[in-house]
């Protein structure tokens, strides 16, 4: 079973189900060359949906290429569009030096200091222009994808330098973000760059039904039942669910949800976050990279959350093994199942 995202395999694609009106919204619009904001909460199959779309556009009567990247990688505009820029380079000239790209971003670094913050808007229109000249170089439209963008990231690029990026031939753009994060990404004048906003809503229990078909065919009728109500609608808390099933391990997912409401009232929005992620992910402690930049903490921010949760007793702790490490198991916290 496949609880990570689906990718741009053939086999991948054959267990795509239920977004046919999200897919043809986007499609239609990147044809069209508007850019597209896509919205929906973790688990709701954000990641999946743009490989699906990529994988479509490819093999169009009139073909489109995609580049598709995690917005977790920048945390500003200048990192993101230097990796649009190599991305789109190593497309345009598979077979350049891979040098290359380093060598165009590398005259373009930010100086130290507060000389940096004067250039810093002369090098960011200079990343677009060049971020143009490597799409000029290749022989057909590219539609530019960029999975979980960071608001701040997501309204310097599309707010400050919107007009810029309007002006760029042979791209379009197609943006996700977390749905509870809407007013941010949508923030005058970002709201102005995106003709479109696809929000990807619940899955209906027929929906649901639906996936653990082309996921886990052989879960019975009863444990499907389960599964799909410890899913409200979120395809990886469906699939995760599913899992636990056929693990073993009772399906209940109402608490975890519970747990996120009372959470966001002893905490606030970014403890709601981090309650989630646990619940998506298993157990995790306050150094765990991956975690920090999903829910947006650093990782002092992520261990008093924790361990006001714990003390609250929506957290609990557990102790794994290292792996090929010796010494005492790691202190990682997880969702308290019953409370």
């Not at 977390?178 to 990404?185: G, K």
Request: hydrophobic share 45%.
């Amino acid at each position: 079973m496949l609880i990570q995202p689906l990718a741009q395999s053939r086999a991948d694609q054959r267990r795509f189900i239920n977004r046919e009106k999200e897919t043809n919204s986007i499609v239609g619009a990147v044809k069209t060359s508007q850019p597209v904001l896509v919205l929906g909460e973790r688990g709701s199959g954000r990641t999946s949906l743009l490989n699906h779309v990529a994988w479509l556009l490819v093999r169009e009567e009139e073909p489109r290429d995609s580049v598709l990247i995690s917005g977790e990688l920048a945390s500003d505009p200048a990192q993101l569009l230097g990796v649009l820029v190599a991305r789109v380079g190593r497309m345009a000239q598979p077979g350049a030096s891979r040098a290359r790209w380093l060598e165009d971003l590398q005259a373009l670094s930010m100086p130290d200091g507060p000389f940096g913050a004067v250039v810093q808007p002369a090098i960011l229109m200079e990343l677009v222009d060049l971020l143009g000249e490597r799409l000029a170089e290749l022989e057909r439209p590219v539609c530019l994808m960029i999975d979980e963008i960071l608001p701040a990231v997501a309204h310097g690029m599309f707010g400050t330098l919107r007009n810029e990026l309007w002006t760029l031939q042979g791209a379009s753009w197609v943006i996700s973000g977390e749905s509870a994060a809407e007013a941010l990404y949508r923030e005058p004048p970002a709201d102005a760059f995106f003709a479109q906003t696809v929000v990807l809503a619940p899955l209906s229990d027929a929906g649901a039904r639906k996936l653990l078909g082309a996921q886990v065919p052989d879960l019975e009728a009863a444990d499907a039942d389960a599964a799909v109500a410890a899913g409200q609608g979120n395809p990886r808390r469906l699939l995760r669910a599913a899992a636990d099933i056929q693990a073993g391990i009772p399906a209940d997912g109402a608490p975890a949800y519970e747990l996120a409401e009372k959470a966001t009232s002893l905490a606030g929005p970014l403890a709601a976050r981090l309650v989630e992620y646990l619940s998506e992910h298993g157990p995790a402690s306050a150094s765990d990279e991956s975690m920090l930049r999903q829910i947006g903490a650093s990782r002092q921010r992520a261990s008093q959350l924790m361990h006001q949760l714990h003390s609250a007793g929506l957290l609990q702790t557990v102790e794994q093994a290292k792996e090929g490490r010796p010494g005492r198991p790691a202190r990682r916290f997880t969702i308290k199942t019953s409370t």
